[in-house]
């Protein structure tokens, strides 16, 4: 799967960055998507999803906080993150697949680098 994840990078504690996951028209169109991150030595954390008709959810963690977006004219997934807490700071990847899938069986899904986010006080 045609997946480029970036946006990521160094702000202050408060602060906002915007991920961006860039893939193919054909994917874009028929595929929900989802936003993950891991912190070394911890598992990877889904935190959240937009269906194909718009449909999101978020984890406790980050809900309130950040927004996940579809760009239908750049076939690309958004992830606005506000109010960046240092507990945020870890590597996020995006990924797509079945709804099911990506909550229940994300091991099966090919994984690319990520992006490093670091929030700092």
């Known amino acids: 799967v045609q997946l480029q994840a970036s946006g990521g990078g160094t702000v202050q504690t408060g602060g906002s960055l915007r991920l961006s996951c860039a893939t193919i028209?054909?994917?874009?169109?028929?595929?929900?998507f989802a936003w993950y991150r891991q912190i070394p030595g911890n598992q990877r954390e889904l935190i959240a999803t937009i269906t194909i008709s718009d449909s999101t959810n978020y984890a406790a963690s980050v809900k309130g906080r950040f927004t996940i977006s579809r760009d239908k004219t750049k076939s690309t997934v958004f992830l606005q993150m506000n109010s960046l807490k240092a507990e945020d700071t870890a590597v996020y990847f995006c990924?797509?697949?079945?709804?099911?899938?990506?909550?229940?069986?994300?091991?099966?899904?090919?994984w690319g680098k990520g992006t490093q986010v670091t929030v700092s006080s």
């Open positions: 990924n797509v697949g079945t709804l099911n899938q990506l909550v229940h069986n994300a091991g099966s899904l090919y």
């Open positions: 028209t054909d994917i874009f169109r028929t595929k929900t």
